[in-house]
């Protein structure tokens, strides 16, 4: 905690049915720790020893922000406010370490594991980027994403359109050489939250053998009412199972690990 008066409140991003827990260094006085217009929007605001317990019922609106006010039983005021996470990437928090004095043993083992965490995620994005830039199935999902589909290998087989409550979703299918791809244009329905691409699979239809695909989005997250683009190349290698070529579905899953898409790619998208 920051004891500089230019210093904003500090503020925790909560989500609806996900349990929030304020870990503090000293006990809080239930009593006199409270929250401001929170009926109708959380769960009643729980403490045990050190610990505050938040449960929001819903998720909160993007301009919706809930005072909260902890006070320790040696009568320090803690005030914080709680929010919803800022965009689809953001986190929501689960558990909240607060220190008053950052130079005790604690602060200081918890700052170092937050930066140890950091630095592993680090190094793991910095891999990634290396081998997409040494990857042609990432250079071709470049260019599918980017619309220069004339300077690849390949030609169009077919397209389809689904559309649900969240978002609005157009798929084309493409052969290549010994190659697939598929390109999704995602038009983000959700008035409130932006759409980000978790992940996306492919996976044998027969067995349920997972494969690894190269994976383009031209934008890191799909604001309200706008379009983004994912391209996907699937190598000829993905349909082999068994010394036969085989079908595979394609799965896209959003922020939420919700599975947003599923497409059927045959082997005579590669076989030709």
Do not use: C
Request: charged share 30%; no cysteine; proline share 4%.
């Amino acid at each position: 905690m920051s004891e500089h008066p230019d210093d904003s409140t500090n503020q925790v991003y909560v989500k609806g049915q996900v349990v929030t827990v304020l870990r503090l260094d000293q006990p809080v006085n239930a009593a006199k720790t409270r929250m401001l217009g929170w009926e109708g929007r959380f769960e009643p605001l729980g403490v045990v020893g050190n610990k505050v317990i938040l449960e929001p019922l819903r998720d909160l609106s993007r301009d919706e922000g809930i005072p909260l006010l902890v006070t320790l039983t040696d009568g320090t005021e803690i005030p914080f406010l709680l929010r919803p996470p800022k965009d689809a990437d953001w986190w929501t928090d689960q558990q909240v370490n607060v220190f008053q004095d950052r130079e005790t043993y604690d602060a200081m083992f918890s700052v170092l594991m937050d930066v140890i965490k950091e630095k592993r995620a680090l190094e793991e994005q910095v891999e990634n980027f290396r081998k997409e830039e040494n990857s042609a199935d990432h250079a071709l999902a470049t260019l599918l994403a980017t619309g220069a589909i004339a300077q690849t290998p390949f030609k169009f087989e077919s397209s389809n359109a689904g559309k649900d409550d969240d978002a609005e979703i157009t798929v084309t299918v493409y052969r290549g050489r010994s190659k697939a791809a598929a390109v999704f244009e995602v038009k983000n329905l959700d008035p409130d939250h932006s759409w980000s691409l978790k992940s996306a699979r492919l996976v044998s239809v027969t067995s349920g053998r997972q494969s690894t695909v190269a994976v383009h989005s031209t934008r890191r997250s799909i604001d309200p009412g706008d379009t983004g683009v994912v391209a996907v190349v699937a190598d000829k290698s993905a349909f082999i199972e068994d010394g036969k070529l085989t079908s595979v579905f394609l799965e896209l899953y959003r922020h939420d690990g919700m599975r947003q898409a599923l497409v059927q790619l045959d082997p005579d998208l590669v076989a030709r």
